[in-house]
Protein backbone atom coordinates (compact mmCIF):
# COMPACT_ATOMS: atom_id res chain seq x y z
CA UNK A 1 0.00 0.00 0.00
CA UNK A 2 1.36 3.06 -0.80
CA UNK A 3 0.28 6.36 1.02
CA UNK A 4 0.37 9.80 0.03
CA UNK A 5 -0.11 13.03 1.34
CA UNK A 6 0.09 16.65 0.27
CA UNK A 7 0.53 19.44 1.93
CA UNK A 8 0.68 23.50 1.18
CA UNK A 9 -2.80 24.36 0.49
CA UNK A 10 -3.56 27.74 1.95
CA UNK A 11 -5.88 31.35 1.36
CA UNK A 12 -4.11 33.56 -0.94
CA UNK A 13 -5.02 36.59 -3.06
CA UNK A 14 -5.10 36.37 -6.86
CA UNK A 15 -1.32 37.24 -8.17
CA UNK A 16 0.27 35.11 -5.57
CA UNK A 17 2.27 32.40 -5.49
CA UNK A 18 1.70 29.03 -3.98
CA UNK A 19 3.41 25.72 -3.61
CA UNK A 20 2.62 22.63 -3.02
CA UNK A 21 4.46 19.69 -2.11
CA UNK A 22 3.41 15.68 -1.66
CA UNK A 23 5.45 12.69 -0.69
CA UNK A 24 4.46 8.73 -1.44
CA UNK A 25 5.39 6.06 0.84
CA UNK A 26 4.77 2.59 1.34
CA UNK A 27 5.13 -0.76 -0.47
CA UNK A 28 5.60 -1.61 -3.35
CA UNK A 29 9.51 0.14 -3.15
CA UNK A 30 10.19 2.19 -6.58
CA UNK A 31 9.94 5.02 -7.90
CA UNK A 32 6.80 6.38 -9.52
CA UNK A 33 5.24 8.50 -12.26
CA UNK A 34 3.61 11.36 -10.18
CA UNK A 35 0.62 13.92 -11.23
CA UNK A 36 -1.54 16.68 -9.62
CA UNK A 37 -5.16 16.74 -10.37
CA UNK A 38 -7.60 19.20 -8.76
CA UNK A 39 -11.27 19.56 -8.49
CA UNK A 40 -13.06 23.21 -8.23
CA UNK A 41 -16.72 23.27 -6.28
CA UNK A 42 -19.89 21.98 -8.48
CA UNK A 43 -17.19 20.51 -11.30
CA UNK A 44 -15.72 17.00 -12.34
CA UNK A 45 -11.66 16.67 -10.98
CA UNK A 46 -9.38 17.59 -13.60
CA UNK A 47 -5.89 16.67 -14.69
CA UNK A 48 -3.12 19.45 -14.07
CA UNK A 49 0.19 18.58 -13.74
CA UNK A 50 2.17 15.03 -14.53
CA UNK A 51 5.86 14.15 -14.09
CA UNK A 52 7.45 10.83 -15.47
CA UNK A 53 9.67 8.78 -12.95
CA UNK A 54 12.77 10.10 -13.63
CA UNK A 55 11.32 13.38 -14.21
CA UNK A 56 12.58 13.90 -17.66
CA UNK A 57 8.97 14.42 -19.51
CA UNK A 58 6.39 16.58 -17.55
CA UNK A 59 2.83 17.27 -18.62
CA UNK A 60 1.04 20.50 -17.75
CA UNK A 61 -2.73 21.13 -18.29
CA UNK A 62 -2.94 24.17 -20.69
CA UNK A 63 -4.82 26.74 -18.42
CA UNK A 64 -2.07 26.48 -15.99
CA UNK A 65 0.99 26.35 -18.90
CA UNK A 66 3.61 29.43 -17.99
CA UNK A 67 2.10 29.72 -14.72
CA UNK A 68 2.86 26.26 -12.76
CA UNK A 69 6.00 24.25 -12.98
CA UNK A 70 6.10 20.70 -11.54
CA UNK A 71 8.92 18.79 -10.05
CA UNK A 72 10.34 15.89 -8.33
CA UNK A 73 13.35 15.07 -6.47
CA UNK A 74 15.05 12.72 -8.45
CA UNK A 75 15.84 9.97 -5.55
CA UNK A 76 12.69 9.93 -4.08
CA UNK A 77 9.03 10.11 -4.47
CA UNK A 78 8.27 14.01 -3.76
CA UNK A 79 6.95 16.46 -5.88
CA UNK A 80 6.30 20.02 -5.83
CA UNK A 81 3.60 22.15 -7.95
CA UNK A 82 5.02 25.27 -7.53
CA UNK A 83 1.88 27.96 -8.42
CA UNK A 84 2.76 31.72 -9.67
CA UNK A 85 0.39 34.26 -10.70
CA UNK A 86 -2.72 32.19 -9.27
CA UNK A 87 -6.44 33.19 -10.45
CA UNK A 88 -9.50 32.65 -8.52
CA UNK A 89 -10.08 29.96 -11.41
CA UNK A 90 -7.61 28.43 -9.41
CA UNK A 91 -9.66 27.94 -6.61
CA UNK A 92 -10.06 24.02 -5.87
CA UNK A 93 -8.91 21.35 -4.23
CA UNK A 94 -5.95 19.88 -5.08
CA UNK A 95 -5.07 16.12 -5.23
CA UNK A 96 -1.81 14.16 -5.94
CA UNK A 97 -1.83 10.59 -7.64
CA UNK A 98 0.78 8.40 -7.65
CA UNK A 99 1.47 5.56 -10.98
CA UNK A 100 2.38 2.35 -9.41
CA UNK A 101 0.74 -0.12 -12.31
CA UNK A 102 -0.05 2.08 -15.17
CA UNK A 103 1.20 1.68 -18.76
CA UNK A 104 3.88 3.96 -20.45
CA UNK A 105 2.41 6.99 -21.15
CA UNK A 106 1.26 8.03 -24.82
CA UNK A 107 0.79 11.82 -24.02
CA UNK A 108 -0.58 13.57 -21.09
CA UNK A 109 -1.51 10.95 -18.69
CA UNK A 110 -4.76 12.98 -17.98
CA UNK A 111 -7.52 9.78 -16.74
CA UNK A 112 -7.62 8.79 -13.70
CA UNK A 113 -7.61 5.20 -14.68
CA UNK A 114 -4.01 5.99 -15.36
CA UNK A 115 -3.13 6.90 -11.18
CA UNK A 116 -3.34 4.49 -8.80
CA UNK A 117 -2.88 5.92 -5.31
CA UNK A 118 -4.02 9.10 -4.22
CA UNK A 119 -4.18 11.32 -1.43
CA UNK A 120 -6.66 13.44 0.73
CA UNK A 121 -6.18 16.26 -1.19
CA UNK A 122 -5.67 20.02 -0.11
CA UNK A 123 -7.73 23.32 -0.54
CA UNK A 124 -6.08 26.27 -2.55
CA UNK A 125 -8.38 29.03 -2.28
CA UNK A 126 -7.69 32.35 -4.61
CA UNK A 127 -9.38 35.16 -3.50
CA UNK A 128 -9.99 38.33 -5.91
Known amino acids: QVQVEETGGGLVQAGDSLRLSCAASGRPGGIFPMGWFRQAPGKVREFVAAISWNGDTTYLVDSVKGRFTISRDGTKNTVSLQMNNLKPEDTAVYYC?????????????????????WGQGTQVTVSS
Open 97 to 117: AVGVYGPAWSGAPSSERLWDY
